[in-house]
């Protein structure tokens, strides 16, 4: 479970990204979340991830308490957590099958299941045919559908993605949408900041409404109206 209340974001230079924000997002719930550029949806995605620290408030997520949490912490509480961005950011000089297998690295995986799953998640996104392809030899979907399936490398109960669509075409993106929600029903919570108006209104999910840092709507089968 995910819970905001009353948080407040300041950044340095005294910029209010946040303000008085008090949310609930219940295990397993599909969440769009929308708003006007600058209204402060990244910096919410962001204080999740704690990439930065809200300045009052609490924030806790499922029993981390994000404001106390120590550094030597973050790390582990960073694997419950897949995070995918608008600009993929895969590593260009590994292949489909290590951009994935890192993540799985990096925390100590041993390669014999490393070997098992990276194949499995790649089948869930639909690149099983690409193990040994380039980041730049796939389309912007493409790329798009590694960056989650790295996401998913960890198996974390939460997918937080930050507008996964802005740099994919079209018809990309609704496979991007559907693929999101695929997982969603496999059991995580799904947070997807998005400024895809036709989407939000088709699928049908809660859609959280930021505006200058304030939610200014928040309902199930909602509509994009920011
Ligand atoms: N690191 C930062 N330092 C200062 N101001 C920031 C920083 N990041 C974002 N902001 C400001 O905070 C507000 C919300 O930004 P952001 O969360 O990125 O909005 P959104 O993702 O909705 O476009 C904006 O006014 C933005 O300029
Ligand atoms: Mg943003």
């Known amino acids: 479970m995910i819970e905001f209340k009353n948080v407040c974001k300041k ?12 949310l609930t997002i219940n ?80 925390i100590g995986e041993p390669t014999r299941s490393i070997k098992r799953r990276v194949p499995t998640i790649l089948s869930i996104v639909g690149l099983q045919d690409k193990y040994n392809d380039f980041p730049r030899e796939l389309s912007g979907g493409e790329q798009q559908r590694v960056a989650l399936a790295r996401a998913l490398a960890n198996n974390p109960s939460i997918i937080i993605a930050d507008e996964p669509t802005g740099n994919v075409d079209p018809k990309m993106s609704l496979d991007i949408m559907n693929l999101l929600l695929k997982i969603q029903k496999r059991g995580k919570t799904v947070l997807v900041v998005t400024h895809e108006k036709n989407f939000v209104d088709y699928f049908q999910q809660r859609v959280i409404t930021i505006k200058n840092g304030k939610i200014v709507d928040d309902k199930v089968g909602g509509m994009f109206d920011a």
């Open 11 to 22: 950044y340095p230079n005294g910029t209010l990204a946040l303000d008085d924000v008090s």
């Open 27 to 106: 295990d397993g719930e599909f969440v769009f979340i929308v708003g006007e550029s600058g209204a402060g949806k990244s910096t919410m995605l962001k204080t999740l991830f704690r990439e930065e620290k809200i300045s009052s408030g609490s924030l806790t997520v499922d029993g981390y308490d994000l404001v106390k949490i120590k550094n030597r912490q973050i790390p582990h509480y960073r694997r419950k957590l897949g995070i995918v961005f608008q600009d993929f950011r895969l590593f260009p000089d590994k292949t489909v099958f290590e951009n994935v297998a890192f993540a799985m690295r990096v």
